[in-house]
């Protein structure tokens, strides 16, 4: 059974950083895709990044327009762990994050619990 289980979430300030962790149990990931996306209440889900394995060592990255140079995805695969390094926060990155895991972005098969972040300004 393949569990992921998000950590890293709370309360900062505008400007601030947080890292997210996602650990996962059952599932390598080492292979395929696995991103980080969020939802706000009354929203959809949406893209925060994504990425990709090509080799062990190598991966491609895909980030949405509103996170770009901002926001860093990365993976340790001995710890079967993916991150997400988030700088200069704002108000409006104010969200549940989930990480996911799976062939493409478009076709997530395992999702996290959630873990809230919340930007004051």
């Known amino acids: 059974q393949v569990q992921l289980v998000e950590s890293g979430g709370g309360l900062v300030q505008a400007g601030g950083s947080l890292r997210l962790s996602c650990t996962a149990s059952?599932?390598?990931?080492?292979?395929?895709?696995m991103g980080w996306f969020r939802q706000v209440p009354g929203k959809e889900r949406e893209f925060v990044a994504a990425i990709t394995a090509i080799s062990w060592r190598t991966s491609s990255t895909t980030y949405a327009d509103s996170v770009k140079g901002r926001f860093t995805i990365s993976r340790d695969n001995g710890k079967n762990t993916m991150y997400l390094q988030m700088n200069s926060l704002k108000p409006e990155d104010t969200a549940v994050y989930y990480c996911?895991?799976?062939?493409?972005?478009?076709?997530?098969?395992?999702w996290g619990q959630g873990t809230q972040v919340t930007v004051s300004s």
């Open positions: 059952g599932r390598t990931l080492a292979s395929g895709t």
């Open positions: 996911a895991v799976g062939g493409s972005v478009a076709r997530m098969d395992y």
